[in-house]
């Protein structure tokens, strides 16, 4: 039995004595071992699970420790008993009578369908495709280890476990915020007081909350198009007010189509989903129009490091001197996704009101997180890591344009000075969806174009190549494949 249990306990990267303790745990929690019941002696139970003694003599120290065995003298160790009685009972299942007669009809009680919106779609099993050209995902070979092992330990000495553990409230940990004042936001050229940044759960959740505060049905929001697909699907649940604004070359143009708005949402530094970087000429002329014609820009600054060539053009924010940009960034982006940290720059009393409504919905992000992030910048991993990462994208893309060049010549693809993904159209007539199907049951993972579009019916030859987290040696092989894909496509047109 302790064999089978061990093994159901075994995973990765998990010590033989922690494996031993969770399979112990696992037994007394779920009933298996009843209370009072004794354990089998260390030496009895080394023997059969074949493992050192002391594997198993600290191991059983330890859950002695935690309260789930008691050690008895000359007698063993044996199950605690308050541990094992405090189990809640399994509850019975309700019988299908009682089912039907307390059955809800959910669908006519919901205000709104979010998950009927129209959103970017990944596999869950993307990692397993062997050329995944998906944006934004996580690149284990990048992925600073040591380093982020070191903030986290940092994290965890007795000193610093005393200032991040009590609830925070609405504050958010003055180191984080005084590394992004003086170590993030200056590269921008942005500067900007410790009560002018919130900290947010990623940018998501930064424009989640500020749609919140400024818009409701009737604010008028211009949004660029194609843009991107979760900040209109945010915008749609406040307001149906939503204006397109077709981008260029340049991101979005400067027109009169911007003059009656109330809320202008732009990425400059890299348009999303095409990489165009808006020049600074475009930049200062739609600031002035946002004072003419007294609108909000919400600056959705993502990949602001991520530039191949030349010096990055001045974030809007920094030429913003009518304190009516909202800057929001992102540091978890370049890191790691799963981390979820971004926050916003905004006018103090803009601020105040995020952390107001911010503390309705979850107090602050995790206080040990955002320390562990604070030291990553402080101990200057974080610059290090942009180094890298402006090197690696640097030689993907140009192996992914390469090959797109050698192998697709039909296709254009939109030009970038940065960023971590290509926009990509098609020759007429041909639609990326369908070859995006085709190309994955070939391994070959692209993101269809049309989710990126408001209008009805969406174009459909356009899709984006990312290359955050493919191998160079991976990416023409995988451009071949989808290669041949769209030449059988151009012969049944």
Not at 245 to 256: R, S, Y
Not at 295 to 305: A, G, K, R, T, W
Not at 391 to 402: C, F, K
Request: net charge neutral; aromatic share 6%.
């Amino acid at each position: 039995m302790w064999k089978q249990l061990l093994q159901r306990s075994a995973r990765e990267n998990m010590s033989l004595q922690g494996q031993i303790r969770e399979m112990l745990v696992a037994a007394i929690l779920d009933g298996q071992l009843p209370a009072g019941v004794p354990i089998p002696s260390s030496r009895e139970m080394a023997e059969q699970l074949g493992v050192a003694r002391n594997t198993v003599v600290l191991a059983y120290q330890q859950l002695a420790d935690e309260g789930y065995l008691v050690s008895r003298q000359r007698s063993g160790h044996f199950v605690n008993t308050d541990m094992a009685t405090s189990r809640l009972g399994t509850p019975a299942r309700p019988s299908q009578d009682a089912t039907a007669c307390a059955a809800v009809d959910w669908s006519s009680r919901f205000q709104q369908r979010p998950s009927q919106q129209r959103s970017i779609v990944k596999p869950a099993d993307w990692q397993k495709h062997p050329y995944p050209f998906l944006y934004g995902q996580f690149d284990a070979a990048l992925f600073p280890t040591a380093d982020w092992r070191e903030c986290c330990i940092k994290s965890l000495s007795v000193l610093d476990i005393r200032d991040w553990a009590p609830d925070q409230i609405a504050r958010d940990d003055d180191s984080l915020v005084q590394q992004i004042r003086t170590r993030v936001l200056p590269r921008r050229g942005v500067w900007a007081s410790a009560d002018e940044i919130v900290v947010t759960v990623g940018a998501q959740h930064a424009l989640y909350m500020i749609a919140d505060l400024l818009m409701r049905e009737g604010t008028r929001v211009g949004i660029e198009e194609p843009g991107y697909p979760d900040a209109r699907n945010i915008f749609a649940r406040r307001t149906s007010q939503l204006v397109p604004l077709p981008v260029d070359e340049e991101g979005l143009p400067v027109t009169d189509a911007l003059r009656d708005l109330d809320v202008v949402y732009a990425t400059p530094n890299h348009q999303c989903p095409t990489t165009a970087t808006m020049g600074l000429k475009r930049r200062e002329a739609l600031l002035k129009m946002a004072d003419e014609s007294d609108f909000i820009v919400i600056e959705d600054d993502y990949e602001s490091e991520n530039r191949f060539d030349g010096d990055p053009i001045p974030a809007l924010k920094s030429l913003d001197r009518s304190n009516r940009v909202i800057y929001v960034g992102s540091l978890s982006k370049t890191l790691a996704p799963g981390l979820r940290i971004g926050y916003v720059v905004g006018p103090a009393e803009l601020v105040a009101e995020l952390r107001a409504l911010r503390r309705l919905m979850l107090r602050h992000p995790p206080a040990y997180t955002q320390r562990a992030f604070a030291l990553f910048l402080s101990l200057g991993h974080h610059d290090a890591l942009l180094r890298r990462l402006a090197s690696a994208q640097r030689e993907r893309a140009t192996a992914l344009r390469s090959a797109l060049a050698q192998h697709l010549p039909q296709c254009s693809v939109a030009p970038a000075a940065g960023g971590s993904s290509c926009w990509v159209s098609l020759p007429e007539q041909l639609d990326a969806t369908a070859l995006a199907e085709q190309a994955r049951d070939r391994g070959v993972l692209i993101e269809p174009g049309e989710v990126f579009f408001m209008t009805e019916p969406p174009p459909r030859q356009h899709f984006r190549m990312g290359y955050s987290s493919i191998a160079p040696a991976a990416i023409e092989p995988g451009v071949k494949v989808l290669a041949e894909l769209v030449r059988g496509f151009e012969r049944r047109r």
